[in-house]
């Protein structure tokens, strides 16, 4: 069974910093594609950034330039750093773990990110 537990939200000011970690066990990690998606409240669970296998990264529009998903297969851990933030990046981030084969693949609990001052 793949388990996902993320770290690192909190509260910040508009224009700071954090840094989201993710740290996956259950199965050979560096097979993984992992991505970040974040849900606000009453609004749909989106993709924020994806990183694959083979380290190739996507992200969505309105954080390109301002966030950075990496991963260490040593550690078994996918990061999210985020830049600038904005108040509209409140909302709850979540990590995925998915293979080739998987449509839908596993997700972590959650983890807070409130942008306010």
């Known amino acids: 069974q793949v388990q996902l537990v993320e770290s690192g939200g909190g509260l910040v000011q508009p224009g700071g910093s954090l840094r989201l970690s993710c740290v996956a066990s259950?199965?050979?990690?560096?097979?993984?594609?992992m991505a970040w998606y974040r849900q606000a409240p009453g609004k749909g669970r989106e993709l924020v950034a994806l990183?694959?296998?083979?380290?190739?990264?996507n992200y969505a529009d309105s954080v390109k330039g301002r966030f950075t998903i990496s991963r260490d297969n040593d550690k078994n851990t996918v990061y999210l750093q985020m830049n600038s933030l904005k108040p509209e990046d409140t909302a709850v981030y979540y990590c995925?773990?998915?293979?080739?084969?998987?449509?839908?693949?596993?997700w972590g609990q959650g983890t807070q990110v409130t942008v306010s001052s």
């Open positions: 995925n773990s998915r293979t080739s084969l998987e449509v839908y693949g596993y």
């Open positions: 990183i694959t296998n083979k380290f190739s990264t």
């Open positions: 259950g199965r050979r990690f560096s097979i993984n594609h």
